[in-house]
């Protein structure tokens, strides 16, 4: 039954990025006090016509104008009323993401209250009193990638709360989760066993081949053609270390972590751009297809997490 109906809401109202409510997306049913005040009604019609009693008939005929009312008064408020999605936010896998939603409508009048029902958030009360209001739902990132928004419902029992009117909607509108941020080491290029032993206090130093850089203490594995000879001669074991010098714009390569899974290389990245603005340094990121150019501070950290959360899903 219930996938039946499912698919039913999935024909009648399909994903969209805007939806209006018309005739069609509204339903209305009595609220559970609507539904007793209904019932009174009837039992005084039918007291009226057993004793065909005046004031029986008009109190029946009060309330079920009443009712009528309501009916009008609460359709009204979700009738023409436009639900658009905007930008969600970027969060960390395992936060609690944001997805905005737009409501507004052409008359500029008091709609009173709507709730917007999902179970993943529970009953989100905003209320509407000009020509728009914004509306946003709380949701947790579970995994890195995009985070939808489910299928929701939004309704409106004002002004009476006799009736509910309600439609529910699905809207195209996702926030992104970027991976958590885990340590891994990176593979340099050019980079080998001396800058992993002893590297030189240079910020741009690099351990290659190229350049000779300095002097320091013999390490048991290290190259024999690299012992500086005129030191060992004056009983000191000392190697020679050379350098590639790189810029100051540093690059985070999806290829500078091998033998990590793709997950994991998108949790390094993660950690290594944070550890960068941290430091107040300028980075540039590389993954297969996509290219964030270099900069440095806050904007280039969610530029590089927004990157690193879409990977994959472009």
Known sequence: MHRRLGLWLERRLPL??????????IFIVPTLQGGILLLVALLILLLAINFDSALNYALGFWLIAMLWASVHLTYRNLSGLCISGQVGSLVEVGQMAEI??????????????????????????????????????PLLARARGPITAPRFRIESRFPFGLIVAWSNLKIDVQAWAYPLAVQYDRQLAGGGHEAEQNPPNDPFYRA????????????AGDAIHRLHWASFSRDQLVVKAFTDYQSGNDVLDWDQFPGLADEARLSALAYHSQLMTEQHQAYELRLPGTVVCADQGPEQLARVRRALAQFGYD
Do not use: C
């Open 16 to 25: 969209q990025r805007s939806v209006t409510l018309n005739q069609a997306r």
């Open 208 to 219: 290659g081949s190229e350049d000779f850089h300095s002097l320091r203490p013999y390490v």
């Open 100 to 137: 905005s939603l737009l409501l507004s409508a052409p008359r500029n009048q008091n709609r009173g209250p709507f709730e917007v029902i999902h179970k993943q958030w529970g009953v989100v009360s905003v209320a509407m009193n000009g020509p728009s209001v914004t509306v946003r739902l």
